[in-house]
């Protein structure tokens, strides 16, 4: 009975109610997620370009697209760490997965990422950038970015069940792992000493590869984009695992 | 058909509960065992024939709900085995896990598709569903102003639309007003008759008595009875 339809009417029907609650009662709705990116990106633009200088071309490029990159990652991980404990009376009286709740809210943030995505290549085409053959790696980074956000959200939304406090120390991780991830810099600024560690954060490969295909047009070596994907996927299948393991009988204490 | 073998299920009951990380941690660090077992449920076995109509019955804390919740499949068990054979719809309670802010309608749609039916399913049933469970007035309403009975009423209105072999049903009459519970009985004697089976807790003893085929009486976790609806029901009351 449950086939891959359930699953995809179930999740549509989620994600639905999910994108209903967050905008009830708000006056730009929608517009708030869309809002913050561009916020942002105002932000650590004056400060980064007209008072520190960056001295990178086309900077405001540059960084809406790790901007883009790194709010889906951060809303993403944030927004399925909540879902579980904002879920739980559903959880509890309903055979419901919990895979499913955690998918469902992703999926939420994906859109945003999409439609954001969008406004960057209008503002990118506005700007009188052009693309190369090298963009058609697109689709693959945004497979390994949701299977990146997959993996860790399984991974720490156990976490978040168990702990009520971890709310607060993925909030600091995640503002720790914004600076330690080349957003508003190169990574090329990072001392030598520090790149091997430096180089295994996954979201910065994603961020470095996306902007050089994306920006740059070129394609990054093949042996890089392996690692990458041996990364996400050894993060995406541990987390399965771990939330496998715990995810059912932590829904019962929550 | 339910079969239920040697089934446990045990709790951790901590004498302080331990909330947040560092508490965790200070816990660790003086390594005290501060919690004791507690077996809501121990070693029961039983079978359900398809087409019964099983009452549970027994006192707050026994183990009714949380039984049901195995059987239905929402917690695991610590031990034993649940054999079910054919489709089962849970229908627990009060309070039955909807989204408060989100209309009657809307929330239809949610449950609709935890039961495996589309956006477009529930439309063609939504008025019937409403009608069922007396509340087609407030199909618009968010549901943080329906009261409990109603919102009790229309999950259960929701739930008999897919159409399951297997009915799971906690304590309905408790919720369900006197209008509501013949409408709730005739459903059950439907079932009935298309041979499917229900098993439902009430602490309705006279319904109990009046509808079931066969009752169990659970007492702290155990069965202490089970069998004939008036011997049960009789054993259960003198013993208060």
Known sequence: MKNLSYYYNLIKELSWADFKLKYYGSVLGLFWSFLKPFLMLLILYMVFNSFLKSGINNYHIFLLLGITIWNF???GTKASLMSITSKKSILQKINLSPFIVVISTIIHSFWTFIITLIIFFILFFYFGLSLSISVLLLPVFIILLVLLILGTSFLVAPLHMKFKDFEHIWDVFLQMLFWATPIVYQYT??????SDIYLLNPVTRLIVDARNSIIYGFVPEVKQLLITTVIILSIFIIGLLVFKKYSRKLVEEL | MIKINNLSKKYNIPHERKNTFFEMMLGYIKSQIDWEEFYALKDISFEIKKGEIIGLIGKNGSGKTTLLKIISGIIPPT??????DGKVAPFLSLGIGFHHELTAKENLYI???????TRKEVNEKLSHILDFAGVKRFEDTKLKH????????LAFSMMIQTDPEILIVDEIFAVGDKDFRPKCISVFQEYKEKN????FSSHSLRTIKNFCDRVILLEDGKITKIGNPEDVVNYYANKK
């Open chain 2, 196 to 199: 499917k089976t229900v098993l």
């Open chain 1, 189 to 194: 600024a990072v001392p030598d000493k520090y």
């Open chain 2, 111 to 117: 449950y609709g598709a935890v039961l495996g039916l």
């Open chain 1, 73 to 75: 990652f951060a809303d």
């Open chain 2, 79 to 84: 031990e034993g085995k649940v054999e079910i």
């Open chain 2, 146 to 153: 329906y009261s409990s009975g109603m919102q009790a009423r």
